[in-house]
Nanobody
Framework: VQLQASGGGLVQAGGSLRLSCAAV????????LGWFRQAPGKEREFVAG????????YYTDSVKGRFTISRDNAAKSVYLQMTSLKPEDTAVYSC?????????????????????WGQGTQVTVSS
């Protein structure tokens, strides 16, 4: 699976951005999908995930109520709608795909199962 992320940019605090990630390759509907981010000098962290079956969604606490992950299996795409952005959201955001078909919050929040990664898109939130 090849993943191509887009939609990053520079936005003021309180603004919104929508990230997109398009996939090329294997059956998309069987993939768990996630968004991760890495800020300068920090480790990569889980942001949001969506399961392959039923579209169950998971978020890290700091983005709950502000970010929404969604998927369009027909378009082979996953999206991250980000609102009320804060300077601490500044990071490189990467989409990832997990073909394991495992479910559960702990698994989807972990990066262990994500075998395929996009190149990342920069999100910068100014104060």
């Amino acid at each position: 699976v090849q993943l191509q992320a887009s939609g990053g940019g520079l936005v003021q605090a309180g603004g919104s951005l929508r990230l997109s990630c398009a996939a090329v390759g294997r059956v998309f509907s069987g993939l768990n999908l996630g968004w991760f981010r890495q800020a300068p000098g920090k480790e990569r962290e889980f942001v949001a995930g969506i399961s392959f079956a039923g579209g169950l969604t998971y978020y890290t606490d700091s983005v709950k109520g502000r970010f929404t992950i969604s998927r369009d299996n027909a378009a082979k795409s996953v999206y991250l709608q980000m609102t009320s952005l804060k300077p601490e959201d500044t990071a490189v955001y990467s989409c990832a795909a997990d073909p394991s078909r495992k479910t559960g919050a702990s698994w989807i929040r972990s990066s262990i199962g994500y075998d395929y990664w996009g190149q990342g898109t920069q999100v910068t939130v100014s104060s």
